[in-house]
């Protein structure tokens, strides 16, 4: 049974290469084109497979169904909490998980520092978007088009002298941070509180969300925070296989 299985599902992957007859099928399976024929049948019964006018068989619009149901459920949240945790008993900083949704990003989880000096940011809240680093993470990831058309509709708050100050700069830095696959918002919205961000991925390649590493300048100045870069890298590169769901480790 598992090796009948294992062929039907053989099957998905050549569909998806374009449509392939029967006998195309066959060679690829190593099998009869009785068998072939037999386990196309089965996959066309459950809608995964559909034949053509001209007898060649395509992926059938149910798989694109279940496949997008299942990106629907998914909660990035859930998935990243345990890496959150883990990060944060490494390194015992403040941990953030933050989301772009309708024109905001807000923060849907966090871990806190096991120092006394705490951060004021909650879940549910949105963040300083012209200077967080999970906000220039998830802004980098949107077309050049999107990012202008942002860009020239925020207002520019000068939290600190470090703040950034118009569009242009704004602009400037989400190309940088796109390029780059980081961000960093050292004294940007508060002069004592430096960040380090990493975006997590879906299996399309896009961000889906952004996790950070925050700490206070009486803790841990930027320098030391930044060499936790690969570590905070590492654990969204984490996340993201789980989220897509492969396990193949991202080359250097």
Known sequence: MSQTVDRALSIL????????????????????????????RTLHEHGLVYRQEDQRYRLGTRLFALAQEA????DVREIAH??????????GHTVHLAVYEEQEVLYIDKVESRYPVRMYSRIGKPVAITVAAVAKLLLADLTE???????EKLDYPMYTSRSTPDAAAFLKELAVVREQGWATDL?????????IGAPIRGADGRVVAAMSVSAP??????EELLTLLPLVRRTAETISREYSGTNRPKKA
Request: include cysteine; hydrophobic fraction near 40%.
């Open 145 to 151: 088009p999107e990012r202008r058309s942002i860009a």
């Open 71 to 74: 990106v629907e459920n998914l």
């Open 187 to 195: 004294g940007g919205h508060e002069e004592s509180i430096n960040c």
């Open 217 to 222: 300048n009486v803790v841990v100045t930027a």
């Open 82 to 91: 345990p890496h959150l945790v883990a990060l944060n008993d490494r390194c």
């Open 13 to 40: 992957p050549l569909l998806a290469q374009g449509p392939a007859d029967l006998g195309q099928v066959a060679e690829r399976l190593g099998v009869h084109k009785s068998t072939a024929l037999r386990l196309l």
